[in-house]
């Protein structure tokens, strides 16, 4: 990619060359779509266990509901807007903690 000249560097990022999403359905790469789902999911089941062991969560239905339905809200979340999602849920994380 060195040996392109700058104009054409730039026509390429511009055109989103070189990432893993289909601009024409806005749809990550099966790759990609299931390192966001995994990854989403973890962190959904860290958030629900860091809220046990907070002791926010007295009620054992509730935190097994939790287990099973944050990973998976957190999973699909971050399959669908990616990067996005993972800003905000850095900033909500960020406002938690300061509390």
Known sequence: MHSLT?????????????????RVSNRPDPTEARLRLGCGGVFGFLVAFGMLMSGKLTNETL???????LPLVCGVLAYRYGDSFWFA????LRGLTRR
């Open 6 to 22: 700058p104009l054409v560097r730039r026509g390429l990022a511009r055109r989103g060359e070189g990432h893993h999403v289909d």
């Open 63 to 69: 935190f097994v509901a939790l287990v099973f339905v």
């Open 89 to 92: 849920a850095a900033r909500v």
